[in-house]
C-alpha cells in the first residue's frame, strides 16, 4: 500500500477502527473462558459476546493491541511506515512521522510488532533443499565498572545466528551452466556454539524430509539426525559463492540493513530486528499488500 493509498483509505480513527474488526471477523474470535468460537457483535459497547458462556471480548483483546490505549490510526500509521520499504525505519524515526511525544512509547510497539512478525515465521518449516550456515552480528552490550554499568570501548561483541535458506539448483543445459534459485529464510539466534542449540534450531525451523547443506563445522554433526539427508563440504571460498550463496547473500544484507538504519543494537533485541528482516524477505514479492499481511498477522 502506498502513502497516498493509505491517506486515501485510512483518513479517520473510525476507519481504522472499523477495518480492523472487519479482518478480526474473518480470522475469528476465541473466548478466553471457554474457548468457544461463535459470537455476537454488541455494537453499542463495541465488544463481542460469547455465544456459549457470554464472556465479552474487546476488539483489541487477544491482539497484538490488548492493553494498548494508542488510537488505531497511530497503530495503522506504525504498521504502514513497517511495511512500507524494503529496509525499514528506526523507531524515532517512525516517532518523528506520527507525531508521538514519547519514544519509548513507539519503541514497544514496533518491538511487539517485530514480535509479531517472528510467530507469523514460526508456523511455517523450511523444506526440500536448505542451506545451513552461521553468522556474527555485532550487538550493543553494557561493560561493568566497579558495580556500575557503563557503555563505551569494549562495549561490543558478536552474537551467533543460524541462518537458512531454501535453495532450489538450476542447471541451463544450453550454457552448461548450474545455479540456484532461493525461496524462503530463516534466522535464529544462538544462545550458545554448542551442537545442541543447532540441534534444536534444525528441529524447529526444518521439515524432517528436507537435504540440508552446509560446512564441516563440529557442531554440525547431529543435523542429520533430524533431516533425511545432511551434506558438508570443506569451508572456503567456493563454498560461499556456491553451495551457500544464500545464507551468506542474506547476511551481508541484514548486516547492512542494521548498520545503516540502527546503528546499535542491543543483544537480547536482536532477534526481534532479524524477525522483521526475514518477515519482509520472505514476502518481497507482496509489494503493496505487505500491510495488509501485517494487519492479519497482528489480529
Known sequence: ??????????????????????????????????????????????????????????????????????????????????????????????????????????????????????????????????????????????????????RGKGSQRQKQVAVMAESTPLEDVKRNKKSSHVRFFKMKVLETAKSEDINETVKESIAEKSIVLSDKATTYVDISKYVETHLTEKSGKETTVSTLKWVHIAIANAKRNFLGIYHKIKGKYLQNYLNEFVYKLNRRYFKSNLFDRLIVASV
Request: charged share 30%; proline share 1%; glycine share 6%.
Open 1 to 150: 500500500m502506498t502513502l497516498l493509498e493509505f491517506n486515501k483509505t485510512f483518513k479517520t480513527e473510525k476507519s481504522c477502527r472499523l477495518h480492523f474488526k472487519k479482518v478480526r471477523d474473518k480470522e475469528g474470535v476465541i473466548c478466553k473462558k471457554c474457548k468457544c468460537t461463535y459470537h455476537y457483535w454488541l455494537q453499542y459497547k463495541e465488544q463481542y459476546q460469547c455465544k456459549a458462556c457470554g464472556f465479552r471480548t474487546t476488539l483489541r483483546s487477544g491482539t497484538v493491541m490488548e492493553d494498548s490505549k494508542l488510537p488505531f490510526k497511530t497503530w495503522y500509521m506504525i504498521m504502514m511506515l513497517m511495511s512500507a520499504t524494503k529496509k525499514g525505519f528506526s523507531a524515532s524515526e517512525i516517532q518523528r512521522q506520527v507525531g508521538h511525544k514519547r519514544y519509548e512509547t513507539i519503541w514497544n510497539i514496533v518491538h511487539k510488532l517485530r514480535i509479531v512478525m517472528g510467530k507469523r515465521e514460526d508456523l511455517y518449516k523450511l523444506h526440500d533443499i536448505i542451506e545451513f550456515d552461521e553468522g556474527h552480528f555485532e550487538v550493543e552490550t553494557s561493560k561493568r565498572v566497579k558495580g556500575n554499568l557503563k
